[in-house]
């Protein structure tokens, strides 16, 4: 007996320690939903998964993480008198949220990049905010490089368990150096890769609303566009209230369908699709924020009654919080029916509106790109055709207010479809209010 | 003596050194100015040598990093390893594997997973569909200068320093290893893959007007090839650091991308695509690049400003040494002017004392004789000598004012003169004088006697030395107008005659003292040619002015203006 527990002893404490203590309980919920329940049997259908992140509150007893923060600000000719003047108060705004643990430096440019304040404690406030005010006007505007030296800053820090953001405020064009959306939207790539967003503020009626939603958007930062500089303070406390509520970073959601099932589409959001893999990437998620990705899949036909798996779902994240990297999986799957009244009840509205709204803003998306490289008529069709579908997708599902809503694509081809050209404004409003819906970003 | 020549050859022998002077030292400026600004050039240039070879080098041990990774990827699990790959490097934009005959094989051409992906398989489908595309082509080589020796070995050192210092401890074969511990250690690190042997390279490849950079490997033994796509504005985003921060005003420097256009510039002053470079210098790794130096075109100190401000110096002094010795000279001949118009002037003087003294002594002499018996004749020798003795007296009047006036020593005392009173005495005084030079006076007084303070003497000698030039020089234009007039609290005297003028030349010279009118006139009458300076001063000193007016016909015509306060 006892060289029997001997023998067992150590096999006992063995497994004991293997396994490792029982794990806790993961941050995020989440939920995933389909379109409709219930499809149609007999054909093939198309079905839209919703991978909905719930992402609660950070608990008291957590202290948030600490952040790195870069502000990058524009101080060329072109932000002279009252936009240079509420960006140093939105600036000011910004630090005064920070604690002694947070990490705080500011690049100003115009043609010439200057690290105006080197990465430290935000404690040092009085001496940062002396700087910030002494910010003046100059030339003209070089964003890729004074991007780039936000980006040395952060570096300094990249160790750590820091959030690592830059925000950037231009009102202008980028006219020295790169200055195409695509070559900001790889810098935006390659700086997530590093755990780095972007969050790109535009402000007035210059800046190019194509790269700093591409730069943003890349980089899964959040994207702004401010009318007034009277707005710019508010707008940089709803930033940073973001960041100090980061719960959750390096959010990878990895879709794989059965053979039988083909993914065709991510709505609104970059990925990959390679074979029957799919793969979502996003850098952070806020507390108190859901957000969500939509992916249609192609199903075969099936049988009434039959229940076809559509995907194993995995997300994997780190706990900012416990610095503990964490997953969640589960399997999303469809059931056929002969009844089409049975389809029909089984739709959910909350997915279909997501659906709407992303599909919505995805086309304005590509109308705006058209437009932008001169086929007018392409962009008209192009809102005019969305319209169409998504309008009668709505409507046989029973939604009239999504139809509705589906129909304001009509106005916006109009407004494209005018002889006049399309007002910067509109533009620029038309980019933000797409990116917000596509990211989920919060109203502020 | 008067040497007027010497003088000439005086200002010569100071003018011609004082042009070559200034001539040879704006030379040596802008020979100075030139060798300045060929040493700035090189200067920059130098520091554009240095920034890129720092580039280049930064690029050429990225290159190598990742062609180590590339080449120790493990053969199983290839795909996933470069997918992975891509996935975490912010260096690695994109991944492929290519196979001769095949062609692309990963990404899948027909089912790129992205956007970007769709977008590689694009961008080098030229090279993907031609198996020759591999090797960069001796045209493009061209394009991209060939790193020197020195900094192949530089890269060279760097990466062996790089291996030793990554050489980790050689893994010793456990002796613990028996018991299985409680905590078993997690698992001894994997070696560290070897690099694999076989044939890679890097190709530069264009495509949207952008340079792209593409690494490749094809292991030994295998068809395929694989390789990366460099993620280059990552790349370029951290070289920018590459570019000195601290600049002094007005120098700038700027990256310029294979069209010529502005990458990233660092200083004050603004570099716009017209801006035209002080130096430039390739970057080998990126072909056609270029980092540029440049100088602010207003700055101080920048080309033409030494030379302008050096000119202006060695002008200026030039100047000051032309006007200097031009004074000493026209100083020199002045003073020989003066010389020799005292000179004649004591000549004329001794003449003008001789006359009448010599006239004095032979009358008086006969008279002492006792030899003349006529009353009449006597009287007459009597009166020849009072006339030349008060001749004499003028004469000595004259120069004694002169000599006052000039040791600044003539005082003036005012009383009432009745002017017109002076006037006709004087006259009166001078009759037979000016009827022996056949001078008629026409008078012209107010009926109201014009009374003003003034000095009487000073008057008396004014209105007599006018009136002794119109007699010596004017008698033939044989009338004198004399015009006495009072208005507007002044009182206007004015003598006109009809004689032969003054040349224009001489009309501001007749007052200057010694100065006599050279010509046949003067040289027949004695005269010191100190009468007009004496009268002038006189009349300044009395607070009013003499002058002369030009007149229509021949002759000339003098004004003593002079205050008259009201009472």
Not at chain 2, 243 to 259: I, M, Y
Not at chain 2, 426 to 450: F, H, K, N, S, Y
């Amino acid at each position: 007996m006892k060289t029997l527990l001997n023998k067992l002893l150590p096999a006992l404490l063995l497994l004991l320690f293997a396994a490792g203590p029982a794990p806790a309980e993961p941050l995020l919920n989440w939920t995933l939903s389909l379109d409709r329940d219930v499809l149609p049997a007999g054909h093939r259908e198309k079905a839209v998964i919703k991978i909905n992140l719930d992402v609660p509150e950070i608990p008291h007893e957590f202290s948030r993480p600490p952040v790195n923060l870069t502000l990058v600000l524009d101080r060329s000719g072109s932000m002279a008198g009252d936009k240079i003047a509420k960006a140093r108060e939105a600036a000011i705004t910004a630090l005064r949220m920070l604690g002694p643990q947070d990490l705080f430096s500011l690049v100003i440019y115009d043609h010439n990049v200057r690290t105006l304040v080197p990465p430290q404690s935000a404690a040092n406030s009085e001496w940062i905010e002396a700087q910030i005010r002494r910010i003046g006007v100059g030339g003209n505007t070089a964003l890729f490089g004074a991007v780039s030296q936000g980006a040395a800053e952060i570096r300094k820090h990249l160790e750590g368990s820091y959030i690592q953001r830059i925000v950037l405020l231009s009102d202008g064009l980028a006219n020295v150096g790169p200055s195409s959306p695509s070559d900001l939207a790889r810098l935006g790539a390659a700086l997530l890769k590093e755990g780095i967003s972007v969050t790109t503020i535009g402000i007035g009626n210059g800046f190019n609303e194509d790269l700093m939603t591409q730069l943003a958007d890349r980089s899964d930062g959040n994207h702004y566009f401010v009318e007034s500089s009277v707005d710019l303070p508010r707008i940089f406390a709803a930033e940073l209230g973001d960041v100090l509520s980061v719960a959750a970073r390096r959010i990878t959601i990895e879709i794989e369908t059965p053979p039988e099932v083909r993914p065709l589409r991510i709505i609104g959001r970059e990925g990959i699709i390679r074979n029957n893999r799919v793969e979502i990437h996003l850098n952070q998620l806020y507390g108190g924020q859901d957000k969500y990705a939509l992916v249609e899949v192609e199903v075969p036909p099936g049988q009434p009654d039959q229940v076809q798996k559509l995907a194993d779902v995995r997300c994997s994240y780190e706990n900012a919080l416990t610095r503990k990297a964490e997953r969640l999986t589960d399997l999303a799957s469809v059931r056929f029916s002969q009844r089409r009244e049975e389809v029909i009840q089984s739709a959910n509205k909350p997915v279909l509106k997501a659906v709407v709204e992303n599909e919505m803003a995805a086309s304005r998306d590509r109308a705006l790109d058209l437009y932008n490289a001169g086929r007018k008529d392409e962009a008209v069709q192009e809102l005019q055709q969305s319209s169409g579908e998504l309008k009668s997708r709505s409507g046989s599902l029973g939604f009239n207010d999504l139809a509705k809503e589906a129909d304001t694509l009509q106005q916006d081809a109009a407004t494209f479809a005018a002889p006049a050209p399309v007002p910067s404004t509109i533009k620029k409003e038309l980019r933000s209010e797409s990116y917000k819906v596509r990211k989920q970003q919060k109203d502020y | 003596m008067y040497r007027p020549k010497l003088i000439i050859l005086a200002w010569l022998l100071l003018l011609v050194p004082t042009l070559l002077l200034g001539v040879g030292a704006l030379r040596l400026l802008q020979g100075e100015e030139t060798r300045l600004a060929s040493s700035s050039r090189s200067a920059a240039n130098d520091r554009l040598q240095a920034i890129a070879g720092n580039i280049d080098l930064a690029i050429a041990e990225v290159q190598d990093g990742l062609m180590e990774t590339l080449r120790s990827l493990p053969d199983g699990d290839l795909l996933d390893q470069l997918d992975q790959w891509k996935l975490s490097n912010p260096l690695v934009r994109n991944v492929f594997i290519w196979q001769p005959g095949h062609g692309l094989l990963f990404p899948d051409p027909t089912h790129p997973a992205s956007d970007e992906e769709a977008a590689f398989v694009r961008r080098y489908l030229p090279l993907f569909s031609d198996p020759t595309g591999w090797r960069q082509t001796a045209s493009e080589e061209r394009g991209a200068p060939q790193r020197s020796a020195a900094s192949s070995n530089i890269l060279q050192e760097r990466k062996e320093l790089r291996q030793l210092a990554k050489q980790a401890p050689a893994a010793e074969p456990s002796n613990r290893a028996t018991v299985a511990a409680p905590l078993a250690p997690a698992a001894l690190a994997k070696p560290a893959p070897l690099p694999r042997g076989g044939e890679s390279g890097w190709r530069s490849w264009y495509a949207d007007d952008q340079l792209h950079l593409l690494g490749w490997f094809a292991p030994g033994g295998e068809q395929r090839r694989y390789g990366l796509e460099i993620e280059m504005m990552a790349l370029l985003s951290r070289l920018l650091g590459n570019l000195p921060r601290q600049l002094p005003a007005g120098e700038s420097f700027a990256l310029l991308d294979g069209n010529g256009r502005i990458f990233h510039q660092v200083g004050r002053f603004e570099v716009t695509p017209k801006s035209r470079p002080l130096a430039s210098v390739p970057v080998p790794s990126l072909p056609h690049w270029q980092v540029a130096a440049y100088r602010n075109p207003q700055g101080a100190g920048s080309r033409g400003g030494i030379l302008l401000i050096g000119s202006l110096l060695i002008g200026t002094f030039s100047l000051a040494i032309l006007l200097g010795g031009s004074l000493l000279l026209w100083q020199a001949w002045r003073n020989q002017r003066d010389a020799r118009q005292k000179t004649s002037f004591v000549s004329n003087v001794s003449h003008e004392l001789k006359t009448p003294l010599t006239t004095i002594r032979m009358y008086a002499e006969m008279l002492g004789e006792g030899t003349i018996k006529e009353e009449r004749k006597r009287d007459n020798y009597l009166q020849t000598i009072v006339k030349e003795s008060q001749r004499l007296t003028r004469l000595v009047n004259n120069l004694l004012d002169f000599s006052r006036l000039e040791q600044g020593r003539r005082q003036y005392h005012l009383e009432q003169v009745d002017l017109n009173r002076l006037l006709l005495a004087l006259i009166e005084q001078q009759q037979p004088r000016l009827t022996e030079a056949g001078l008629t006076i026409e008078l012209d007084v107010p009926e109201q006697t014009l009374t003003l303070a003034s000095d009487r003497d000073a008057l008396e000698q004014i209105i007599l030395n006018l009136l002794d030039n119109a007699i010596k020089y004017a008698g033939a234009g044989k009338s004198l107008s004399i015009e006495l007039s009072g208005e507007a609290g002044r009182v206007r005297l004015r003598l006109r005659d009809y004689g032969p003028g003054i040349p224009a030349a001489h009309r501001q010279r007749i007052f200057d003292k010694f100065h006599r009118v050279d010509n046949s006139l003067t040289t027949r009458q004695q005269g010191s040619g100190l009468g007009l300076s004496i009268a002038r001063q006189l009349a300044e000193g009395l607070g009013g002015e003499l002058r002369y007016l030009p007149v229509q016909s021949a002759g000339s015509c003098f004004e003593l203006s002079l205050p008259q306060p009201g009472d």
